[in-house]
């Protein structure tokens, strides 16, 4: 069920267990601000989430709270890890969902990163 992005921070959730160290991940990138990993049920055959380490909903949430340091930290390693994986040259795609439009499952901000393969219409018609 998609989730509500003006609700405060829920610390049970998927990706906030992840941080911890509870349940594994398959890292790709991490750094004082971020963690990146493969999507467990892959959508592409590159597909990587890149999430905050601190406590933020959404891209709402985090693009409101969130420190110059943290955003910068965020938007540069999207970009190093999209070249790192070898989807520049070849194109890929980034999406945020928030909230109960935008189909958000997982209340801790993650952009997923969409690659290996042309990747069709912006959105399901
Ligand atoms: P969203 O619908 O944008 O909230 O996407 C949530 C994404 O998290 C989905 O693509 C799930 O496959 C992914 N996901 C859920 N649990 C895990 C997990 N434990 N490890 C990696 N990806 C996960």
């Known amino acids: 069920m998609a989730i509500d992005p003006t609700l405060p921070y829920e610390e049970s959730n998927i990706f906030a267990k992840i941080l911890r160290g509870e349940i594994p991940c398959n890292k ?3 750094d004082d601000h971020v963690l990146a990993f493969r999507d467990i049920a892959p959508q592409a055959p590159t597909h990587i989430l890149v999430i905050p380490k601190g406590p933020y909903v959404s891209w709402d949430d985090f693009s409101a709270r969130a420190s110059e340091a943290e955003i910068a930290a965020f938007v540069r390693a999207v970009g190093a890890i999209a070249r790192e994986a070898g989807l520049v040259e070849p194109g890929y795609r980034l999406l ?12 801790h901000l993650h952009v997923h990163i969409f690659g290996g393969r042309p990747l069709g219409p912006m959105l399901a018609r």
């Open 96 to 107: 945020a969902n928030t909230g109960g439009h935008g189909g958000q499952e997982v209340p």
């Open 28 to 30: 790709v990138f991490e």
